[in-house]
């Protein structure tokens, strides 16, 4: 037997609030206890130098008990840690941190699975720290009737013992009562790592201490599964499983799309408005253009991600909570395990076809380090939303004289061929990194549960406001830094004049060479950098560019753009060029917020800058080959 | 009976684990940790889709294991 002990070994703690932790195994109930504790008082927080979120909260205040912390650590199966979220279980429970370090534990024991949860029991409480155990399923037990003796437990733990009902709170207030009401406790952090020997003695043990426990009725217990089994006999079944998954899987995500639009539209109108009118507030002057563009602009590019967000991770917690998302990653792991992927990193990418933004924030729930790494890297490729109007303007182009079915096709074609793109990174991704020795796809299935909307609500809710606090700044930054260079420094011109002679159309004008072999002219250059605020805006700035004044402005577009030429009489927008382009979009990372996530999910800028420059110099390559080689074969 | 390898594997089958094989320690180790080891009887229930995870029916839980990780068992037929 090893150990693993805190560097300091006697510590007081100096903090005012104690420091409760909720330790347990995944599925056991944890975050449903720690939900009734806290109440909507808890926010998403990272252990230093990770991006494993795990949530920390107060006690509500209904429970009439002074300031209390409460932490909702990642699941563990042990405090051997494997994965990089049980490894932030293990710091905290040997931190010398004084924030994260807890002065007490609730060690969350499934009553289901008491025999194998008892492991852990053991183990944490051989770490010195001052513990109870919770005892959850409660209501199953005794929808059973099943009774528990609880009093071999509390001998042998010299602890308190509660049972807990997740469904009504039965337990919580007792549990509170056991809490400390200060934080100076000397406490010594010890884990001991057992050998695979020592584990199975323990094993022994913990099933002889269950069966005593259960008052020898364990046998009841399979009973509580019966439900369960008959849903996995639809759900794990090669025929009724996978399309079970496709309903629910296109539910889910058409869901993000269609309830999230309507709403996104909302908060566009919103700003659009609030924008304009602040413009009306006074003669136009640079400030006032500053609020209502650069300000108002940044803050509507931030939150209008909002709805998908909360939809997202709402959908997410729902599957999560009521046991179907690991029948999910079962079903889908094989597939998965070509691209070096394991079937639960399927969410990420499904919603990487709705926004890449709310995708990556949702690779933080994958385990694997590496399989987090191949993930980020490769979700931009996937179609979002943002680039439709981007394909719908240029397939009104291409198809301008062809039957509504042919874009569509080719539209379709386009996300099978974002999908073999993204599969074909993920490959060359699995072949270049490392093999993680801690990756694992062995787990349990849990029992099928009526999931408790207001947890699943208050989750989602956290998931937003993470969000907006970590990636808000940095997409406004960059939103305001892309205003800067669409204005100056002929900031009183009109649109169009304004945007030729700013920065960004100066640039676009001096680097057109860089344009010319995509078939395009400087305008449609500008366009594409400023594309890089959101792919849509492609659209609005070639209206701008182009001085399209047509009130159906796609169709103003379409004309104008059909009609541009460059100096010497030749079309710009022709076959060659409208393809060049679409291949462009489909695979450049134009999306500012994209790059802002990106650097702090993954905690790196240098990844974030490398993924920008690589995505675009291969989109642009891809595009300048397509063009040429049309052009070789007689295709203008 | 004692079973060569995975494939010989059919549903219904109850198993009790007769050894752990294969290099990666971490994984037997985590196996120990979630209650597989010598002598524990299992179910096998089937294989995910696809030719996916293998499903056993352990005591009161169900557990999916990839086939690489299922190599690490060894088995005999109850």
């Known amino acids: 037997m090893s150990e693993v002990q805190s560097p300091l070994v006697e510590k007081k703690q100096t903090y005012e609030a104690p420091l409760v932790a909720l330790v347990g195994a995944p599925n056991s109930g944890k975050t449903t206890l720690y939900n009734w504790l806290t109440g909507a008082h808890a926010k998403a927080v990272n252990y230093p130098g990770s991006t494993v979120d795990y949530m920390k909260g107060e006690l509500a205040h209904h429970w009439k008990k002074n300031k209390i912390n409460v932490l909702d650590t990642p699941g563990t199966y042990s405090l051997q840690a494997k994965s990089d979220d049980e490894l932030v279980t293990q710091k905290i429970l040997s931190s010398f941190d004084h924030e994260l370090n807890p002065n007490y534990v609730v060690t969350v024991l499934d009553g289901t699975q008491l025999a194998r949860h008892l492991i852990l029991a053991e183990q944490i409480k051989l770490t010195g720290l001052p513990m109870l155990l919770a005892i959850t399923m409660a209501d199953l037990l005794k929808s059973q009737s099943i009774e528990l003796d609880l009093e071999p437990l509390k001998k042998h733990f010299n602890c308190p013992v509660i049972l807990i009902d997740g469904r009504l709170g039965g337990g919580v207030q007792e549990l509170i009562e056991k809490f400390p009401q200060n934080s100076s406790i000397k406490n010594k952090s010890v884990i001991k790592n057992w050998s695979t020997e020592e584990l199975d003695q323990k094993a022994t043990w913990a099933e002889a201490l269950a069966h005593e426990v259960f008052k020898k009725s364990d046998e009841k217990i399979p009973a509580i599964w019966n439900q369960t089994m008959k849903w996995d006999r639809l759900f794990l079944h090669p025929v009724g499983g996978t399309v079970s998954f496709v309903v629910i899987m296109t539910t889910l995500f058409s869901s993000i799309y269609y309830l999230a639009a309507p709403l996104m539209d909302q908060v566009d109108v919103l700003f659009a408005f609030i924008s304009s009118w602040l413009l009306t507030l006074g003669p136009q002057n640079l400030f006032l253009d500053f609020l209502a563009n650069g300000i108002v602009t940044s803050f509507g590019a931030v939150l209008i991600f909002v709805p998908q967000i909360f939809i997202l991770f709402l959908g997410m917690g729902f599957l999560e909570s009521s046991g179907y998302l690991s029948r999910a990653a079962t079903l889908i792991d094989k597939p998965f395990s070509k691209l070096g992927l394991s079937g639960r990193s399927f969410v990420p990418f499904l919603s990487g076809y709705a926004c890449a933004v709310p995708a990556l924030m949702a690779v933080r729930n994958m385990s694997s380090e590496r399989e987090r790494w191949i993930a980020r890297f490769i979700i931009p490729l996937l179609s979002c939303s943002a680039r439709l109007p981007v394909y719908g303007i240029l397939l009104a182009l291409l198809f301008s004289e062809s039957a509504a079915w042919i874009p569509g096709l080719v539209l379709a074609g386009l996300y099978i061929g974002s999908m073999l793109v993204s599969a074909f990174a993920a490959g060359i991704l699995n072949k270049l990194i490392k093999q993680d020795k801690k990756s694992f796809f062995l787990m349990e299935l849990p029992l099928f549960r009526r999931p408790r909307l207001n947890v699943i609500l208050i989750q989602a809710w956290m998931k937003t406001k993470s969000f907006v606090t970590r990636a808000g700044p940095v997409i406004f930054v960059l939103t305001v830094i892309l205003w800067i260079g669409t204005t100056f420094p002929n900031y009183q011109a009109s649109d169009s004049e304004k945007i030729q002679t700013s920065y960004l159309g100066i640039m676009g004008q001096k680097i057109e060479p860089v344009f010319e072999p995509m078939g395009l002219d400087w305008r449609a250059g500008v366009g594409l950098i400023a594309a890089f605020a959101a792919r849509e805006v492609f659209v609005s700035t070639l209206a701008v560019v182009y001085n399209v004044a047509d009130e159906n402005q796609e169709a103003g577009l379409l004309n104008a753009m059909k009609a541009a030429q460059f100096k010497d009489g030749q079309h710009i927008f022709t076959v060659a060029s409208i393809t060049g382009l679409i291949f462009f979009f489909m695979i450049a990372l134009q999306c500012l917020s994209t790059v802002g996530i990106m650097i702090k999910e993954s905690n790196s800028v240098k990844l974030a800058i490398i993924q920008l420059v690589l995505f675009n110099v291969v989109a642009y390559l891809i595009a300048v080959g397509l063009v040429q080689g049309l052009r070789a074969i007689g295709i203008s | ?78």
């Open chain 2, 1 to 78: 009976m004692m079973l060569l390898n995975q494939y010989d594997l059919v549903p219904g089958h109850s198993l009790e684990i007769s050894d752990f094989q294969g290099s990666d320690d971490l994984l037997i180790e985590r196996m120990h940790e979630m209650g597989l080891r010598i002598g524990v009887r299992l179910k096998f229930i089937r294989r995910a889709p696809f030719s996916g995870p293998f499903l056993f029916q352990l005591s009161t839980t169900l557990l999916a294991l990839r086939e690489e990780e299922l190599a690490c068992l060894k088995f005999k037929v109850l």
